[in-house]
């Protein structure tokens, strides 16, 4: 373990993504995005979608779509927990199209029903989910 690096996990609400010693993480914070390295002063931060970016110890990248969820940095560990999160790598742009596709029928279906805003404000935010993952498979 090299004295430049520190704990990072990613969780999401199905798996663990990630788990090891890192040198460098990008976090997409509401507030914005923001580093965190070895001896980082504590935070607490809720996420937007977008990318985290872990320099793994070693120097190798690695780039996962986080949606929704925090980012807890305190004593050398850094906890990403995620409500959706997906490796960029792994991100299948055609599944994404076929989903969204099927979103857009509910959407439409959806138009005349009396429990349609807030039904419509859930798939809206799946769309944009997709349409985020879709720019990052591009």
Same mark, same amino acid.
Do not use: W, Y
């Given at each position: 373990?090299?004295? !430049?690096?520190?704990?990072?996990? $990613? ?11 890192? &040198? ?24 937007? %979608?977008?990318? +985290?970016?872990?320099? $793994?110890?070693? /120097? ?6 986080? @949606?929704? /969820?925090? @980012?807890?940095? !305190? %004593? !050398?560990?850094?906890?990403?927990? =995620? &409500? ?19 979103? &857009? ?21 799946? $769309? +944009?989910?997709? %349409?985020?993952?879709? %720019?990052? =498979? +591009?």
């Amino acid at each position: 373990m090299s004295e !430049n690096t520190f704990h990072f996990s $990613l969780v999401s609400p199905d798996r663990i993504l990630l788990s090891e010693q890192v &040198e460098r993480v990008t976090v997409p914070g509401t507030e914005g995005e923001f580093g965190v390295l070895k001896d980082h002063a504590p935070i607490l931060s809720s996420l937007k %979608d977008g990318v +985290a970016t872990i320099i $793994l110890e070693g /120097g190798a990248e690695e780039k996962i779509f986080v @949606a929704g /969820g925090f @980012a807890d940095v !305190n %004593d !050398n560990i850094c906890t990403i927990l =995620a &409500e959706d999160a997906v490796k960029v790598s792994d991100i299948d742009r055609d599944a994404l199209k076929m989903d969204r596709e099927v979103l &857009e029928r509910k959407l439409e279906r959806l138009q005349d029903t009396e429990d349609a805003a807030s039904k419509i404000a859930q798939l809206e935010l799946q $769309l +944009a989910r997709i %349409d985020s993952k879709m %720019d990052l =498979a +591009a």
